[in-house]
């Protein structure tokens, strides 16, 4: 399999409004060669429009897009998409089911000689492990074999850069995981730039080497998926990737006394801040004299989740290894066995 020229992805100060209403507020961000990036955000933050900003289909009222050393969108002008060496795959992948595969595939290499056509279509279909399909119909394939075709068609042209709107959503919850990672083994091989678009922190962290969170238009965090889950740039960003309790304290330097003991903090803090505790950085120590209770236990084979109640009245969510050390209605001492953790002034 042979991998890609492929360069990096620079946005700047992007802005784009819809009639009256701003979508994008100045939008920055960078991807470098050959790494994956993470669009990470609820429905209707404007990361589609950003990824169709960067794909040349939406111009975006001010900023710009350059990749490599090519400015593709700034003040001046728009490189239209055909011209971009980008590839893009839609959420719905637009298959056309009355081509065959290779024909799909062939689709965006339109004004190249037939036997140009046909060798990099055949070297696109090998790419993605679909060559002995080439003259199927999509439609009688699986979900996870036209997903592929979709990848195949936006490769073939072999852009420097590939772009994905929600890629999985498409995917019944059954093939989603095992698709992902096969995806995921293709796109590292191929070593291409790639931008895509997910409302999913956990497809947004497995696939990402770098994760953009976007609220409301704006970019309010890029990083690598750890940095994003242990330094949150913010409360809503600890909330929104993964679970996060957030136990109010009294910080004093670096410790903050809190409900269930002093925490130490990863930075110095004075006053009233609320702490981040991821729920497996908890431990529950069954005790009878505890002042805890365990008021619900969900084991998932690999760990188990409890929602434990404090003596003051906070719900903690906690997440331990293996099987439940309590059962419910317990009474339990919870202890933080994390490193320095987070905390957030008030
Ligand atoms: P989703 O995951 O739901 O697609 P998103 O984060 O990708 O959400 P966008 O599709 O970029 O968000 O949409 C951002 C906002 O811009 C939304 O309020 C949407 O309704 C609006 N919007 C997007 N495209 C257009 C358009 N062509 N005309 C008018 N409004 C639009």
């Not at 111009?59 to 893009?88: F, I, K, N, S, Y």
């Not at 960003?237 to 136990?247: I, M, S």
Request: aromatic share 4%.
């Amino acid at each position: 399999m042979g991998r890609l020229t492929t360069a990096g992805v620079h946005v700047a100060g992007v802005t784009k409004s819809f009639g009256d209403v701003e979508v994008l507020h100045g939008v920055s961000l960078s991807v470098q060669a050959g790494r994956m990036l993470a669009l990470l955000g609820p429905s209707g933050c404007g990361k589609t429009t950003l990824l169709r900003i960067i794909a040349g289909l939406e111009r975006p009222d001010a900023g710009t897009v350059v990749v490599g050393e090519h400015v593709l969108t700034d003040g001046r002008q728009v490189v239209p998409p055909e011209r971009r060496h980008v590839g893009m795959v839609f959420q719905d992948w637009a298959l056309f089911p009355h081509l065959s595969v290779a024909a799909n595939v062939a689709y965006g290499l339109r004004k190249l000689p037939a036997a140009e056509t046909k060798e990099r279509v055949a070297d696109a279909l090998a790419m993605v492990g679909l060559a002995e399909l080439a003259d199927r119909s999509p439609e009688t394939l699986s979900g996870g074999q036209q997903q592929r075709i979709a990848l195949a068609r936006a490769i073939a042209p072999r852009p420097s850069v590939l772009l994905l709107d929600e890629p999985f959503s498409n995917l019944d919850a059954a093939l989603r995981g095992q698709v992902r990672t096969e995806v995921h083994h293709l796109l590292a091989a191929l070593g291409i730039t790639t931008i895509f678009v997910t409302h999913d922190q956990e497809e947004a962290f497995v696939l990402g080497d770098d994760v953009a969170v976007v609220r409301g238009g704006r970019i309010v965090q890029q990083a690598a998926p750890t940095a994003v889950y242990a330094r949150p740039a913010d409360r809503w960003v600890a909330e929104f990737v993964g679970d996060a309790n957030l136990l109010p304290g009294q910080a004093q330097g670096g410790s903050a006394s809190t409900v269930i003991g002093p925490i130490t903090l990863e930075a110095e803090h004075h006053g009233p801040v609320d702490v981040l505790v991821r729920p497996e950085e908890l431990r529950i120590v069954a005790d009878v004299a505890g002042g805890a209770q365990v008021e619900l236990v969900e084991f998932y084979g690999h760990d188990t989740v409890s929602l434990v109640r404090l003596a003051e009245g906070t719900l903690l969510r906690v997440r331990t290894p293996g099987a439940p050390v309590a059962a419910r209605d317990e009474r339990v001492e919870l202890t933080f066995a994390g490193d320095g953790a987070v905390a957030y002034p008030r």
